[in-house]
């Protein structure tokens, strides 16, 4: 059974950074997908990044060049690095995976999902 246990959320000013961790469980092999998504109050859930099998990375356009995913695959470990924060970064941030590699991150339906870490950025 695969779970997904993430950390590293939390409070901070605009401007500044955090990094989110994910640790995946249960799984015997290396080959899947994972990602980040985010939900805010009151609007839908979205894809912020992703980071398939063969290390392909994709972003939402709303966080390009400033997020970074990465993953240790020995650790089956993600991360995102998450700099210049704005407040409408604040949100739930859920870490996902997958068997199969996204075919675009906005459509992407993970099968497994984190319980999530709140990120709150003040102005």
């Known amino acids: 059974q695969v779970q997904l246990m993430e950390s590293g959320g939390g409070s901070v000013q605009a401007g500044g950074s955090l990094r989110l961790s994910c640790t995946a469980s249960?799984?015997?092999?290396?080959?899947?997908?994972m990602g980040w998504f985010r939900q805010a109050p009151g609007k839908e859930r979205e894809g912020v990044a992703s980071?398939?099998?063969?290390?392909?990375?994709a972003y939402a356009s709303s966080v390009r060049g400033r997020f970074t995913v990465s993953r240790d695959k020995a650790k089956h470990t993600l991360y995102l690095q998450m700099n210049s924060l704005k407040p409408e970064d604040t949100a739930m941030y859920y870490c996902?995976?997958?068997?199969?590699?996204?075919?675009?991150?906005?459509?992407?339906?993970?099968?497994?999902w984190g319980q999530g870490t709140q990120v709150t950025v003040s102005s």
């Open positions: 249960g799984y015997t092999y290396t080959f899947y997908s």
């Open positions: 996902a995976s997958d068997d199969l590699d996204p075919v675009a991150l906005a459509r992407w339906v993970p099968g497994h």
């Open positions: 980071i398939d099998n063969a290390g392909t990375t």
